[in-house]
């Protein structure tokens, strides 16, 4: 197995994470994940009130007995949901790991560590990864342009971002945004990260809590099957390219604000497409690694191909580059 010290820290099998995704966060994704040796996370807001993430994380505890996380993400909002009360059920049924994501996180970080649960905390950016580690989290998960929802406004790609983060940030740290492979892997291991954090690829599997539909469209888009809405509104967002989204970006190009697209973006509209499995009912996230996506397999054959052909890669086309170059050197001397 390749052990870095995401694994050793987080006590998983393999150097993957299931990052949270609304609407997909749930109990038999995460527990399959679970048992697949990675780190899974449920996603608190997808529930509707603390107390049922509560019931999902009792549920998710039925499931599996290996380790589990649960993603919180905290947006600014006119009428913001209850973090506090969501904390407090995630620490009380004794969750110990937390991934946050969002708008100074601080006082759930300091809330968190205060009960010994270990913190990884998303961001897009070297700044914010270097703040969010001087907040005292244990891991951090650093966002590339290629990723699905929101990467930021500063449009750096991981190849770039990740040895960037890395010469810099001294806690374990997750690649994130265009992973779905082994290559994939492989890379972020030699970029400087500890392990890779996959949302796409885990929503095109057969435990992800989608309809079916979305599931082939992934199989079927390829890389250029995204867009980037909300950019004018300085917010932007990757999701996947569909007639709502076409729409969205053609409003925003007549200078329209965000009321004008308000309804065309709103979660519950997103949600009611991916239960009736009608792709163009509402914006999806995906990111750009759809064109890497061929198959809808099970969560436990998906992570035990891509640790299986990583360590092929590392061990036979690496080393064996590596001896190569040293016979040629031999046949000279």
Not at 28 to 43: K, Y
Not at 45 to 60: H, N, R, V
Not at 87 to 110: F, L, M, N
């Amino acid at each position: 197995m390749i052990r870095t010290r995401f694994t050793e820290l987080f006590g998983v099998d393999h150097p993957i994470a299931q990052g949270g995704m609304m609407w997909v966060g749930k109990a038999e994704l995460v527990s399959a994940v679970a048992n697949a040796g990675a780190l899974g996370f449920l996603t608190a807001l997808t529930q509707p009130t603390p107390e049922a993430l509560t019931k999902e994380i009792a549920k998710t505890r039925q499931l599996t007995d290996r380790p589990f996380g649960v993603n919180l993400t905290i947006l600014p909002s006119i009428n913001p949901p209850p973090y506090a009360e969501y904390r407090q059920a995630i620490i009380e049924s004794g969750i110990k790991v937390v991934e946050t994501a969002g708008y100074k996180p601080q006082e759930h970080v300091d809330e968190f560590k205060k009960h010994g649960i270990k913190v990884i905390h998303k961001c897009t950016a070297v700044r914010h990864a270097l703040s969010a580690e001087r907040m005292g989290v244990d891991a951090i998960s650093i966002d590339g342009f290629e990723c699905a929802g929101h990467p930021g406004e500063d449009d750096i790609p991981g190849l770039i971002l990740i040895p960037a983060a890395s010469d810099k940030v001294k806690v374990p740290m997750l690649a994130s945004g265009g992973f779905g492979d082994a290559r994939g892997l492989v890379a972020a291991l030699a970029l400087g990260a500890d392990g890779i954090n996959m949302g796409t690829r885990f929503c095109a599997t057969e435990e992800a809590p989608i309809h079916p539909n979305f599931k082939q469209a992934m199989v079927e888009a390829d890389e250029r099957a995204t867009d980037l809405i909300f950019r004018t509104y300085k917010n932007s967002a990757r999701v996947a390219k569909n007639a709502v989204s076409q729409e969205v970006i053609r409003l925003e190009r007549e200078g329209r604000p965000f009321g004008d697209v308000a309804h065309l973006v709103k979660g519950a509209r997103g949600l009611d497409g991916l239960i009736s499995g009608n792709t163009d009912h509402g914006i999806w996230s995906a990111g750009p690694v759809q064109g890497l996506i061929n198959d809808v397999p099970s969560v436990k054959v998906l992570i035990e191909r891509i640790v299986d052909e990583a360590e092929a890669i590392i061990r036979q086309r690496l080393e064996g580059m590596l001896a190569s170059v040293s016979a040629r050197r031999s046949a000279v001397a």
